[in-house]
């Protein structure tokens, strides 16, 4: 699972970066609460269970999942301590966890009263009322316990964990209807690639990285657009479609795969800034690549623009001799 944690310079949830700084460049001294986040849309959190056994059950279901310690905290003071220390140990919130232990004070004091010849009704009353505040104190933390834990939606506007960037593919072009058999096959396979290519780039936390990327994608299917539409320069751009593409596609899967380690080594930071600046190498490449399929382009409308301002000079002079004639 991706790591986030609370950056308290952009005071909200956010992605962490391989070596540990926020997904806005914020260094990692700022961003406290680190943990593993489960996207909201997992299917074990509730959309499987919604289509197997109905919304009110599959409801039940996640609130007993996810929300039954809080029955700890009803317990009169001798198990209200646990819950705590059983959500600060899962969220890795020290607050919690210490909370849980200083609830568990009022108990020792009571038994250590019946354990000797002190009076039990002071230590007594005193793990009740604490045992009572111990459930408004539950109940007050648990949306931001299930913030952090499964991305729920707080009814108090608490920054919920972040999910998974999308990234926006509703401009991208698309590939005509019309095209030959030769040209789709070679343009459909790559399109794919950049499907998948955008697909993995979604589990980037760095916002830089994920930025190359996604301009490396937006060129790709100009470069695609352009085959489609100038199948004889699918030969110019070969390279694009057999290597380029591919070569991109490895990088940014195995840059993602090596992040999701969570491992921080020397060794592992230097191959992931090698994998960084490789993309602006790809970039390049397919700039070129753009270029060459677009120089037609330029050499058809210079043709035009030529055209053009023959016919203009033509009519000039054969209105200016019509004029003299006459």
């Known amino acids: 699972m991706p790591l986030g944690g ?14 540990g700084e926020c997904q806005n460049g914020h260094p990692a001294l700022a961003v406290k609460d680190v943990q593993q986040l489960k996207p909201q849309a997992d299917p074990d959190v509730l959309v499987g269970e919604v289509m197997d056994e109905g919304p009110s059950r599959a409801r039940f279901r996640w609130w007993w999942r996810h929300s039954a310690w809080i029955l700890w905290t009803f317990t009169l003071g001798f198990m209200n301590w646990l ?31 019946f354990a000797t010849a002190l009076p039990v009704w002071p230590f007594l009353l005193l793990q009740l009322g604490v045992s009572a505040l111990s459930v408004v104190h539950a109940l007050s933390i648990r949306p931001y316990y299930r913030a952090i834990m499964f991305g729920d939606a707080s009814p108090r506007a608490l920054p919920a964990a972040p999910q998974p960037p999308v990234l926006a593919a509703g401009a991208r072009p698309t590939l005509p209807k019309d095209i030959d058999e030769r040209t789709a096959d070679a343009l459909q396979p790559a399109r794919r690639q950049v499907d998948k290519i955008l697909s993995t780039a979604g589990s980037i ?14 060129t790709a299917d100009q470069i695609i657009a352009e085959l489609a539409a100038q199948p004889r320069k699918l030969d110019a751009a070969r390279g694009f479609l057999t290597y380029y593409l591919d070569a991109a596609q490895r990088i940014v899967e195995g840059y993602v795969n090596l992040g999701k380690r969570g491992a921080s080594t020397t060794e592992i930071n230097q191959t992931l800034a090698r994998a960084e600046a490789s993309l602006k190498v790809v970039q390049e490449a397919f700039d070129r690549q753009l270029a060459n399929v677009l120089e037609d382009r330029a050499m058809d409308l210079d043709s035009e623009i030529e055209l053009l301002e023959r016919t203009v000079r033509s009519e000039t002079m054969y209105t200016q001799t019509s004029g003299e004639l006459s």
């Open 205 to 218: 936390g760095k916002q830089s990285v994920r930025d190359e990327v996604v301009g490396l994608c937006g």
């Open 83 to 113: 819950g705590f220390v059983y959500v600060g140990v899962r969220a890795r919130h020290t607050p919690w966890t210490l909370f849980g232990f200083a609830y568990l004070v009022p108990l020792l004091l009571t038994i250590t009263a």
């Open 6 to 19: 609370y950056c308290t310079v952009c005071q909200r949830w956010v992605w962490l970066t391989p070596y």
